[in-house]
């Protein structure tokens, strides 16, 4: 990397969305430790999801829409929360996270489900079954049944009968596929060498589809191993011998439910980054859990997800490897200490509130 394109890629513009919940605590800390390198960044908060509800009446307003184009990645905490289950569809923060999907343009979703050796014991499976688990889901984020037309609620004649139907359509087309199976594979090209892609093909004609073009992709690749297997199985292996898996690659409802019950084989959600990319490496980087408003103000959040979620950001959007791996290292120094917040934690190591986990990191970085 040439001096003019270091100076480039250092000089960033962030956009930070603290959210709802626990939001606002996690992303504190993680920039603090985002502060504390060497990194000349300009940074911008914004509202998205209840918060931005609350306040101008709107869970993705027009500046924040403009925030988050202007700049080259996005920090996001969590959005969501029953407060605002009673709104209108259109007004749920949900709708928030969606839309700032789909404005960005962000269909890769890379959720890496790794176990820390110290937190073997955390894990609800044998340890014998999880240890050493790293595995990386890649999930496609634009498409699918949470985006398909037509879609919603009617009253129509069944069998003679006036009701109530819901309409719900899923649909891929072949580029949307094609594109997410090559960032699998070169995913997996990076790592062992081995996919596994999930679909329903023996009911559903659109993953039918998705098999055919991910077949279709695999000569491109001849040093990757691509496999098949349905969903169904993917979610009963994933429990009972999830280190056969290296990389996954599957659709956007199955992504999304496959990935949070990986992230569970680590211990807690809490541990687990995410990062969304479009075409030109920009990214969303935000952690799987969601913004657990029962435990929002209480200290108890656990911040490494969202401060893993900055190394992950340095990684793929600006290419500051070296940042990445010094933010991930700080956290195994951490973890090795014996430190945990409340979800982590277990006999024998010491329990750390919200903030002095982010001191934890700190010092360690």
């Known amino acids: 990397m040439n001096g ?13 969305l603290p959210g709802d919940g626990i939001g606002p605590e996690i992303i504190v800390q993680a920039l603090r430790v985002l502060k504390a390198l060497d990194l000349k960044c300009e940074i911008e908060e914004a509202p998205l999801g209840g918060c931005a509800v609350d306040a101008v009446g709107d869970p993705f307003p027009e500046a924040t829409q403009r925030l988050a ?95 109530r139907i819901g309409i719900n359509t899923m649909i891929y087309s072949e580029e949307e596929i094609r594109r997410i199976g090559k960032v699998a594979f070169e995913a997996a090209r990076k790592r062992k060498r081995k996919l596994c892609s999930v679909d329903k093909s023996n009911v559903l ?99 490494l997800a969202t401060i893993l979620s900055v190394a992950m950001m340095l990684r793929y959007s600006f290419a500051l490897e070296e940042m990445a791996q010094r933010i991930e290292n700080a956290v195994k120094n951490v973890l090795g200490q014996g430190l945990r917040t409340a979800d982590i934690h277990e006999p024998g190591t010491t329990k750390l509130d919200t903030e002095q986990m982010g001191d934890a990191v700190l010092a360690a970085l």
């Open 4 to 16: 003019d394109r270091l100076q480039r890629k250092i000089d960033v513009k962030i956009c930070v």
């Open 69 to 163: 184009l202007a700049a080259d990645a996005v920090l996001l905490g969590a959005v969501g929360g029953p407060k605002w289950d009673v709104l209108p569809r259109e007004l749920r923060p949900e709708r928030g996270l969606l839309g700032i999907r789909k404005l960005l343009g962000l269909f890769a979703n890379l959720r890496p489900a790794a176990l820390y050796p110290e937190l073997a014991n955390a894990s609800t499976l044998k340890p014998e079954v999880v240890a050493g688990l790293d595995l990386l889901i890649v999930r496609e984020l634009t498409g699918d049944i949470y985006f398909g037309q037509p879609r919603g609620i009617e009253t129509r004649g069944v069998d003679g009968v006036e009701q």
């Open 205 to 303: 004609e659109t993953t039918q589809l998705w098999r055919d073009v991910m077949n279709e992709l695999a000569p491109a690749y001849p040093d990757v191993e691509l496999t098949h297997m349905l969903v169904d199985n993917a979610a009963m292996q994933l429990v009972r011998a999830p280190k056969q898996f290296d990389v996954i690659v599957t659709g956007n409802m199955f992504g999304d439910i496959l990935s949070d019950e990986a992230s569970m084989l680590t211990g807690s959600i809490g541990m687990l980054p995410s990062a969304s990319l479009n075409e030109t490496g920009k990214g969303l980087y935000e952690p799987c859990h969601g913004s657990a408003p029962d435990i929002a103000g209480k200290g108890l959040a656990n911040p």
